[in-house]
T-cell receptor, first 115, second 110 residues
């Protein structure tokens, strides 16, 4: 069984479009995350979210917004896509996000290409 | 801001050799974690070392932590071709989310 799943795996779209990436975890974890990995493999936290608190990386444009319909899902919505948004986006989850003492489980990633 | 910095950026060794990767960070931490990323895949947690620990082992992995130097090392002994991947350190400070370094690309040649 897949612990953290993301859809789609690949997403190719035109500049200016709005798109969403879905993430689901079946681990019963309290906290979920979104990361962006650029072409140089640098992994940057975008959001962390549990049922109590959303922490936003201040460098993330407000065109990006997380939506959590329930504890097991954290979807990423991106409005007005730009060329620089092209990257691989990873969803992750952990049991205890406040202390971070537990490991994070990552999804397989979504490769977004903006043309 | 970026916390961990791995060194070297890339490492190429022969199968059977040991591989050592280093991570330096800037601020005090609660713990430091190492992750592996195979090409085209998500990251996989390898090992976590807390700020009051100096060394941890897991199979062929050995991690050390020197808080006075703000550095950690990951040693993979008797490397295998399957160890080829990128390795990232990640630090936890206070209540902030994990901050990842840029990673070390390890190539193990059979």
């Amino acid at each position: 069984d897949t612990a953290v799943s993301q859809t789609p795996k690949y997403l190719v779209t035109q500049m200016g479009n709005d798109k969403s990436i879905k993430c689901e975890q079946n681990l019963g974890h309290d906290t979920m995350y979104w990361y962006k990995q650029d072409s140089k493999k640098f992994l940057k936290i975008m959001f962390s979210y549990n049922n109590k608190e959303l922490i936003i990386n201040e460098t993330v444009p407000n065109r990006f917004s997380p939506k959590s319909p329930d504890k097991a899902h954290l979807n990423l919505h991106i409005n007005s896509l730009e060329l620089g948004d092209s990257a691989v986006y990873f969803c992750a989850s952990s049991q205890d996000g406040t202390s971070g003492s537990n490991e994070q489980f990552f999804g397989p990633g979504t490769r977004l290409t903006v043309l | 801001s970026q916390q961990g910095e791995e060194d070297p950026q890339a490492l190429s060794i022969q199968e059977g050799e040991n591989a050592t990767m280093n991570c330096s960070y800037k601020t005090s931490i609660n713990n430091l974690q190492w992750y592996r990323q195979n090409s085209g895949r998500g990251l996989v947690h390898l090992i976590l070392i807390r700020s009051n620990e100096r060394e941890k082992h897991s199979g062929r992995l050995r991690v050390t932590l020197d808080t006075s130097k703000k550095s950690s090392s990951l040693l993979i002994t008797a490397s295998r071709a399957a160890d080829t991947a990128s390795y990232f350190c990640a630090t936890l400070s206070g209540n902030t989310p994990l901050v990842f370094g840029k990673g070390t690309r390890l190539s193990v040649i059979a």
